[in-house]
């Protein structure tokens, strides 16, 4: 297992009581963030255990995906790996079912710069 699916159980077992809706808790890179190192993956830590059906996605700003390969969904968190990102602005747009099936969504950017 690595080091961010370990951080996504870590957060899981201190998760809040259970809630009707999942909100995002922590996302990494945040919102707002500006890099000035290309992350490989982005990790959404949510308020409330998943559904296999949440989805994140990560777009340049032509619109286009950069994920590179299969987004993970475990416990709590939404792991997505990425391509090799050059500078410029992401959107993340998620999607989030919990185990109860109330859905939420929401949407941030995030810059990298040389």
């Not at 809630?19 to 890099?35: K, Q, T």
């Not at 987004?71 to 709590?76: D, L, R």
Request: include cysteine; charged fraction near 15%; aromatic fraction near 6%.
């Amino acid at each position: 297992m690595n080091s961010r699916v370990l951080a996504c159980l870590a957060l899981a077992s201190v998760a809040a009581p259970v809630s009707a809706h999942a909100f995002l808790d922590h996302a990494n890179p945040g919102a707002g963030a500006v890099l000035h190192v290309a992350p490989k993956s982005v990790m959404l830590a949510f308020s409330d255990d998943l559904e296999a059906d949440s989805s994140v996605q990560i777009v340049d700003e032509s619109g286009r995906s950069v994920a590179a390969g299969r987004t993970t969904v475990s416990a709590n968190c939404i792991m997505a790996p990425l391509r090799a990102l050059g500078p410029g602005k992401y959107r993340v747009v998620w999607h989030a079912v919990s185990m109860d099936d109330h859905r939420t969504q929401g949407a941030y950017e995030f810059a990298i710069r040389p």
